[in-house]
Every structure is written in C-alpha cells, then in structure tokens.
C-alpha cells in the first residue's frame, strides 16, 4: 500500500524496521515475555550436543598421518 502511495522501496523497508524497533514489551493486557534462561539452555545444549557429536571424528582425523591423508583422495 506504501508503494501504491509513492514510497520508494528503500523508504518502505525502513519504515517496517523502524516499527519493529519501536515496539513495546506490552500491548494492551498482552504481555510479551522472551524466556532468555530457556533459550540459553538450549543454545548451551545444542553447543554441547555438537561437541559431543565431533569428538570422535576429529580425534580419528587428527591421528592420520600426513602421507596417509595424501595418499587417499
């Protein structure tokens, strides 16, 4: 509807971040609650996970010998 009314793409793309930016916590009897404890424990976990499941492959990896390595491509 922006560009209809003659704003230029760049105009309406700022537009809509600058809403976004200026949103509040609350709205009404709505409140908005991002559970950051929660969202960290599962980034923590999923880093863990990660770890975990590149372990073995980079310890075998790490004991090939360089000729070996070369020799195989």
């Given amino acids: ?6 704003f230029r793409r ?21 409140v908005f609650h991002v559970p950051m404890i929660e969202i960290s424990l599962i980034l923590v976990g999923a880093y863990l996970a990660t770890l975990v499941t590149t372990y073995l492959p980079a310890r075998s990896a790490s004991r090939v010998a360089p000729a070996e390595a070369l020799r195989y491509e």
């Avoid at 971040?17 to 009897?29: A, I, N, P, R, Y």
């Fill in 10 to 30: 760049a105009l309406v793309q700022q537009s809509f971040l600058m809403e976004s930016s200026v949103v509040d916590k609350t709205f009404g009897t709505v």
């Fill in 1 to 6: 509807m922006l560009r209809a009314l003659g």
